[in-house]
């Protein structure tokens, strides 16, 4: 069973940093594409920002030059580092994955949420 856990939500103040952390665990022979997402309250799903397994990466508008995402394969993990936070911000942000299994096949993963509220 393969798995993403998301850490690192929190409340922040406006203006202000935090950095989530997405971990996959399970038996897993590699890592394609991952992407982080956020859906706040009364809104769609949207994705946030994303990176290729050749580390390639794009943004949304919203948050380009504020966000960055990054990735370690080896560990197995993804990270986003999200300064000078805005209220807008406020969502859960979810971490997607797609996982190559022993199988041979590619399956989409999505991990559990992790709740980023920014206010003062």
């Known amino acids: 069973q393969v798995q993403l856990v998301e850490s690192g939500g929190g409340l922040v103040q406006p203006g202000g940093s935090l950095r989530l952390s997405c971990a996959a665990s399970?038996?897993?022979?590699?890592?394609?594409?991952m992407g982080w997402y956020r859906q706040a309250p009364g809104k769609e799903r949207e994705l946030v920002a994303h990176?290729?397994?050749?580390?390639?990466?794009n943004y949304a508008d919203s948050v380009k030059g504020r966000f960055t995402i990054s990735r370690d394969n080896a560990q197995k993990m993804a990270y986003l580092r999200m300064n000078s936070l805005k209220s807008e911000d406020t969502a859960v942000y979810y971490c997607?994955?797609?996982?190559?299994?022993?199988?041979?096949?590619?399956?989409?993963?999505w991990g559990q949420g992790t709740l980023v509220t920014v206010s003062s």
């Open positions: 990176i290729g397994s050749d580390l390639s990466t």
């Open positions: 997607n994955a797609y996982v190559l299994s022993l199988s041979g096949t590619y399956r989409e993963v």
């Open positions: 399970g038996i897993i022979r590699s890592i394609g594409a």
